[in-house]
């Protein structure tokens, strides 16, 4: 069984991550993983955190000589400012915080989070609600990519849309790694977008967006019909709605599928069991169909706004504004990594529950025969 956990809060003194169950000889390298951690830092319309935010990585279990041995994986991922918080944040008894948070944020885990861990300060929530657990998450979406690399499957997130602008079709890892480079570049709608975040800037105020995943390679049959928490296209729903700030999962054109007729609907399929479109973004049935696995994904407006929402003081009881905690204008870049990973990550999982094998050759020959057996038939 493959699973990973993480731990950490967003100013301690590290985020962990421990990935279990990844089959042996599987490439994992801290150069390899500070390459994903690099892509989920960068995008437009993040803020002064993500020049702070570097991530110091240290493998500690689970890799000799760059290659997974089958045992957990331990990774850290240290925070580089954690010194300058180690008092607000001290693990030793005694502590106490400089100043009580006590103006939730509307839209962010503060007032339901004290109210459910019954506290009167938002830090303790707050620190661990934050986003910076997704890079955390990049630790197993990066052994996700490199598994489903071994078996011949590539999973790409882009942004689609940032606010109401549009890109006239997902942007290619290569034109992102240029939209990225230069905020000027005019890629597909690119520039659009890149205004709307200065316009939100300039307004104090938030943006979110769409971003879709694309995973190529994929056979017909991962996930199941047969049970409800084996379908695929469910799993591939909790994983992207378990990202910060994402609403709403597209598999393939459902939103525009369901304004029209049956006819207009589904994707014929030709002698050689291909299909003549993708509407249904490669999965019926709770299965791959072999197409290309299509997911979008809805990314409300940042919560944390520099022209703060109204909220009640939870310690007099009055009415108050709340309060403000550094943060970006639009992550929607960023998430879209988050959700690669998260993709990857769900398929990894499907993959090894379907071919099992202890090391990544096991699984590759596996994986190999069953596309054999579907060529054949
Ligand atoms: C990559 C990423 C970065 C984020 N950065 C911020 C941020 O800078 N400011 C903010 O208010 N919310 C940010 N969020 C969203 C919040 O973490 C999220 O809205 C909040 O935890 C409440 O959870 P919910 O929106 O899922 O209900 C980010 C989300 C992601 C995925």
Same mark, same amino acid.
């Given at each position: ?9 967003s100013h301690g003194v590290g985020l962990v991550t421990i990935v279990d169950g990844l089959p042996a000889g599987l490439r994992f390298t801290a150069d390899g993983l500070a390459g994903e951690l690099a892509r989920r830092r ?10 702070? #935010?570097?991530?110091?990585?240290? !493998? ?7 290659? /997974?041995? $089958?045992?957990?994986? *331990? @990774? &850290? ?113 690119? #520039?659009?977008?890149?205004?709307? !975040? ?7 105020? /938030?943006? $979110?967006?769409?971003? *879709? @995943? &694309? ?101 007099t009881g009055g009415a108050d504004v709340a309060f403000r905690e550094r943060s970006d204008v639009c992550a929607v870049p960023a998430a879209s990594v988050v959700g690669e990973h998260m993709v990857a990550w769900t398929l990894?999982? *499907?993959? &090894? ?25």
């Amino acid at each position: 069984m493959l699973r990973f956990l993480t731990a950490g809060e967003s100013h301690g003194v590290g985020l962990v991550t421990i990935v279990d169950g990844l089959p042996a000889g599987l490439r994992f390298t801290a150069d390899g993983l500070a390459g994903e951690l690099a892509r989920r830092r960068q995008g437009y319309g993040r803020g002064p955190r993500m020049r702070i #935010e570097r991530d110091e990585i240290e !493998i500690i279990a689970g890799i000799r000589f760059g290659l /997974t041995t $089958g045992a957990p994986v *331990a @990774v &850290v991922i240290r925070n580089t400012e954690a010194e300058r918080w180690k008092d607000e944040l001290d693990p030793a008894p005694g502590g106490r915080p400089k100043r009580l948070l006590t103006t939730p944020r509307p839209g962010h885990a503060d007032l339901p989070g004290m109210q459910k861990y019954d506290t009167g300060d938002a830090r303790p929530i707050l620190e661990r609600a934050s986003a910076r657990e997704t890079a955390a998450r990049a630790v197993a979406g990066y052994a996700a990519e490199e598994l489903l690399a071994a078996l011949g499957v590539s999973v790409v997130g882009s942004v689609v849309q940032i606010g109401g602008e549009t890109a006239s079709r997902a942007a290619t890892v290569a034109e992102r790694e240029l939209i990225e480079a230069s905020p000027t570049r005019s890629v597909d709608g690119a #520039e659009a977008m890149m205004m709307a !975040i200065d316009r939100a800037k300039a307004d104090r105020d /938030t943006l $979110g967006g769409i971003f *879709a @995943v &694309v995973a190529e390679g994929v056979p017909a049959g991962l996930g199941s019909h047969t049970q409800w928490d084996r379908r695929l296209d469910g799993l591939l729903g909790r994983a992207l709605l378990s990202i910060p700030a994402v609403k709403g999962v597209e598999i393939g054109d459902a939103f525009a599928t369901a304004a029209g007729p049956g006819s207009a609907a589904h994707d014929e399929i030709d002698t050689d069991r291909r299909r003549l479109s993708n509407r249904a973004g490669g999965v019926e049935g709770g299965m791959s169909n072999g197409e290309p696995i299509v997911v979008k994904a809805a990314m409300k407006p940042l919560s944390t706004l520099m022209r703060p929402l109204r909220t009640v003081d939870v310690a007099t009881g009055g009415a108050d504004v709340a309060f403000r905690e550094r943060s970006d204008v639009c992550a929607v870049p960023a998430a879209s990594v988050v959700g690669e990973h998260m993709v990857a990550w769900t398929l990894a999982v *499907a993959f &090894v529950e379907m071919f099992g094998g202890d090391t990544i050759t096991d699984v590759q020959e596996r994986v190999a025969a069953y596309r054999a057996r579907l060529d054949e038939r």
